[in-house]
């Protein structure tokens, strides 16, 4: 009897796992970080990870099927998270390129920029090359294509690694830094808001490190991989991509 009563406890559960719906039994977790506005940022009024990327990842999941939570962490974070398996993609400003394409996979293209010159307000000079800076001591964010960029460069005394975009601009702001390098939407949407009076974003600076935004996933997870991209590419159709650019005051790509 007590056999019996186990292989109906048993079939009755395997029922009941029939019918839960797939969504509800995979959450997807997305890094993003709280400091990188308009792609990702912290809203202190909700209390929830805003901007861009999670703008789009959000229209990817209903597009796709895919039960998604945001999870707020550091940008230097998020590859190691995502390899770890603590998260399983990441939506951020974050570049593709080929070191990180050794250790995970991204989805297609979405947005392209370079880094952005922010120096003291009242440092007219019009800086157009990182040469033009040569000897000095500037600060990059850690963990981004720039930092390592300009380390290589062998222009600089010093480059700096900073936490944050924001910790890069305060000490621009108070002049304990020569000059910052950092994406360069991330600076504009920045300094737009008005809590950096003592910083200018230089116009006639051309940037080096030249990139593209994209979705990251796991080496090997090519089912999730085909669900973004396919999203990716309705999205891009059918215009929501621009209206999301849009909303956060970029501009979308020809």
Do not use: H
């Not at 009897?1 to 969504?23: N, T």
């Not at 999870?71 to 974070?77: G, L, R, T, Y």
């Not at 600060?139 to 700096?160: C, E, I, N, P, R």
């Amino acid at each position: 009897m007590a056999l019996k009563r186990f292989v109906q406890a048993a079939v009755a559960a395997l029922a009941m796992a029939a019918v839960v719906p797939a969504s509800a039994q995979q959450v997807l977790k997305v890094g993003s970080t709280p400091t990188g506005i308009p792609f990702t940022f912290l809203d202190t009024k909700t209390n929830t990870i805003q901007g861009i990327m999670v703008d789009l990842v959000t229209e990817i999941g209903k597009d796709a099927g895919l039960n998604l939570q945001i999870e707020p962490m550091a940008f230097s974070a998020l590859i190691p998270s995502l390899t770890s398996s603590k998260i399983d993609i990441i939506a951020a400003a974050m570049f593709i390129t080929a070191p990180r394409k050794e250790v995970i996979d991204f989805s297609d293209p979405i947005y392209t920029y370079g880094e952005g010159l922010v120096v003291p307000k009242g440092d007219a000079k019009a800086y157009a090359t990182q040469e033009d800076l040569k000897g000095e001591t500037v600060g990059a964010q850690v963990g981004t294509a720039f930092v390592d960029a300009l380390k290589k460069s062998g222009l600089f005394a010093d480059v700096k690694a900073y936490d944050t975009i924001p910790d890069i601009l305060r000490d621009v702001n108070t002049s304990r830094l020569k000059a910052g390098f950092a994406d360069y939407p991330i600076l504009a949407y920045n300094l737009k808001q008005g809590g950096f009076p003592e910083v200018r974003l230089v116009d006639s600076y051309k940037p080096v490190t030249v990139g593209s935004v994209g979705i990251g996933v796991r080496k090997g997870e090519s089912a999730l991989l085909g669900k973004i991209n396919a999203s990716l590419a309705k999205l891009k159709a059918n215009g929501t991509i621009d209206k999301i650019l849009e909303k956060w005051g970029q501009k979308a790509q020809g």
